[in-house]
């Protein structure tokens, strides 16, 4: 019988194998941060320990960051970024710190550095690790105790988990966007419907998107349950990888490139879950409650709550069930974090943007410094601000409530961000994921809108 | 990590479905680069409210948590993990956990405990009846004991022996130090380095 992706990559890695016990895994690439490190690094110290393979290992600095120019302000964020560059230092692991020009969200300079490729496993103290997967590897979120095993032995143990097929059948109607997909998936299966398993996301619309719509669709397969997510790589992934400064070169160009076509699920291999999606019947998407999987169309009104959850849901947001989610005014739009901030967004928005006004309070976050160079390259950032927006310094912003970027009380906001959790974006906050198609649209009219609206 | 075989104590009845990650210990707390003092950030934004089931005197001194289906899903944050272990809980029963919450619980020795939905929902109603019930926790014969009743569950051999041993993973995994060399002289060379 045939193999999928996931069982292929994952049976590449295996160190040891013996009965009655987890797999022991090798691990390609270990990305570090400074929030989820500094207790995995002083249990390295208290042991004596050495990092096992600082050369498959890279720190950045993000979630603490202010994206405004200046020194961090708040004294514990300060001492956590301290922590972190001492780490690296004293443990030899590559760091890219505020201000270098290789510095941005953990999961955008994995990619861009050409680090992240296909086939190979990547672990992060972060559960959006997930979004590595987009190049047809097997990449997960870890906690503190597993970065700590990684950093001294370069390996984790684990089972595998099972193996879900997500088919996105057809193509995506114009205007109906990556994220737009990925919400009405976890709408569709919930938010734990991905729990023990590794989804590979198949189908005509999956092999349309570009490396960026990949990268958001793979970002959010947590917020389905699924800690890791993936996508076959192909000649897209390829003409992205290409290039890039740890891309493979000259023959091992061509030897990479032999492998990674071998990494495609066999046409008899069989699927633990098969879910399936018409991708005609989609439109621009958005949440309405305090968890991913709280969604609906946009040009719907808010459903009637299900149980007390979805009551709950309503309560915090400060919304009632038949409103259209078309009137829903917002205070903030936020453009950025590891599932939005990549290029491709940011010109989404710039289109939309341009020659118009926004009417609400909307940050514009390049997702890292090499994506901020892009953006002002391309002049964008001057869309932006003619716009009445503001362009910030990368950094996972007001994706999470642990930098200076956060929501008000009661504040309502449209993010691209990943999480529309209780008090994510800040203490009594309110949170409506939506694309960067549809947060610009909003940025003009104030309200949810649709580009196609405008 | 602290060793589990058996525990007794009373339960926390937490009845809500899908309480990510957020909400047992928000982001403003993850700053800290210790590991210790999380028990007060946890549930910090519920616990604002005194009617919030926490902040019961009723409940003052339980060491289980029973929570609600979806549990601890979300950011990977071991952080959570620490907030419910520093504030006294030593299990969480639930009938259904998030991946990377549930991976955490078994590094640190918070048993994480899969029941089916009715049986925790059966569990919440008697704690709620009367909150001194006793619940016992019994990871050698893997069952829950509650009341004269007896609810198995499944945990897998080997973490439930490491639990039982209170193991650090660590040391295990070094003891095939050479089963990594020779992978590693194994590896593709075009596979990226970050020097």
Not at chain 1, 148 to 168: D, F, G, N, S, W
Not at chain 1, 417 to 432: A, D, I, L, P, V
Not at chain 2, 50 to 55: D, R, S, T
Not at chain 2, 122 to 147: G, M, N, Q, W, Y
Request: include cysteine; glycine fraction near 10%; charge should be negative.
């Amino acid at each position: 019988m045939g193999r999928t992706l996931a069982e292929k990559v994952w049976e590449q890695h295996v160190v040891r194998r013996a009965e009655g016990e987890p797999d022991l895994l090798f691990i390609d690439l270990h990305l570090i941060h400074e929030v989820t490190s500094p207790q995995a690094f002083d249990g390295l110290r208290m042991a004596g320990r050495k990092v096992r393979r600082p050369d498959l290992t890279i720190a950045t600095e993000d979630h603490n960051v202010p994206t405004v120019l200046g020194p961090i302000e708040d004294p514990v964020s300060k001492t956590q970024v301290e922590t972190l560059r001492k780490n690296a230092a004293e443990f030899g692991v590559r760091l890219h710190p505020m201000g270098d020009a290789g510095q941005g969200v953990v999961h955008i300079i994995g990619p861009q550095f050409g680090l992240t490729q296909p086939g190979m496993t990547i672990v992060c103290g972060d559960s959006h690790t997930s979004t590595h997967g987009a190049f047809g590897g097997i990449a997960f979120g870890i906690g503190t105790s597993e970065v700590e095993h990684v950093l001294a032995t370069q390996t984790l143990p684990a089972y595998r988990p099972k193996t879900m097929a997500i088919e996105v059948k057809g193509d995506l109607p114009a205007g109906v966007t990556a994220k737009d997909l990925i919400l009405a998936i976890i709408a569709k299966i919930g938010t734990g419907g991905g729990q023990g398993y590794i989804v590979e996301y198949r189908g005509e619309a999956i092999r349309k998107l570009s490396m960026e719509g990949r990268m958001t669709i793979c970002n959010m397969s947590i917020e389905a349950g699924a800690r890791a997510g993936m996508i076959a790589p192909d000649e897209t992934t390829f003409a992205y990888l290409k290039g890039r400064a740890h891309a493979p070169q000259g023959d091992d160009w061509d030897k990479a490139v032999e492998h990674w076509k071998t990494l495609r699920t066999d046409d008899d291999a069989v699927f633990d879950r098969v879910v399936e999606i018409e991708a005609a019947e989609l439109s621009p998407f958005v949440t309405w409650g305090t968890n991913p999987g709280q969604g609906a169309p946009l040009n719907t009104p808010i459903p009637s709550p299900r149980n007390s959850e979805d009551e709950r849901a309503l309560q915090y947001m400060g919304l009632t069930a038949g409103t259209p989610l078309s009137d829903i005014q917002v205070d903030t739009v936020f453009v950025g974090s590891c599932t939005n901030g990549r290029i491709e967004d940011l010109r989404a928005v710039a289109d939309i943007l341009k020659g118009r006004q926004v009417k609400a309070r909307t940050l514009i976050v390049p997702g890292s410094m090499l994506v901020k160079l892009e953006a002002e390259k391309e002049g964008l950032d001057k869309v932006f601000i003619e716009a009445g927006a503001e362009w910030r310094q990368a950094g996972c912003s007001m994706c999470l409530g642990m930098n200076p970027d956060t929501l008000q009380p009661g504040e309502r906001s449209a993010s691209t961000s990943n999480r529309n959790f209780e008090g994510r974006q800040g203490k009594g906050g309110r949170t409506h994921l939506v694309s960067p198609q549809v947060a610009a649209a909003t940025a003009v009219t104030g309200k949810l809108t649709a580009p196609a609206d405008l | 990590m602290d060793a589990f075989t058996t525990h007794t104590g009373t339960a926390v009845p937490l009845r809500r479905s899908n309480v990510d990650t957020d909400q047992i210990i928000p982001a403003v707390w993850l700053k800290q680069v210790s590991r210790t003092g999380f028990e007060k950030g946890l549930f910090s934004a519920w616990r604002e409210d005194p009617a919030f089931v926490l902040n019961q005197d009723t409940y003052a001194g339980a060491t289980i948590l029973l929570a609600g289906p979806d549990f601890g899903t979300g950011s990977s944050r071991e952080h959570a993990v620490w907030a419910i272990q520093q504030y006294g809980f030593r299990a969480v029963i639930a009938a259904r956990f998030g991946d990377i919450f549930r991976n955490n619980s078994t590094k640190m020795g918070l048993l994480p405990v899969i029941l089916d939905e009715k049986v925790v929902e059966h569990l919440h109603d008697l704690v709620e009846a009367d909150p001194s019930t006793e619940i016992t926790v019994d990871l050698d014969k893997r069952e829950v004991r509650v009341a004269g009743e007896a609810h198995s569950f499944e945990i897998d051999d080997y973490t439930r022996w490491r639990l039982m041993e209170g193991l650090d993973d660590i040391g295990l995994t070094l003891r095939h130090a050479d089963d990594i060399a020779t992978y590693e002289n194994g590896r593709q060379s075009w596979l990226p380095t970050t020097v």
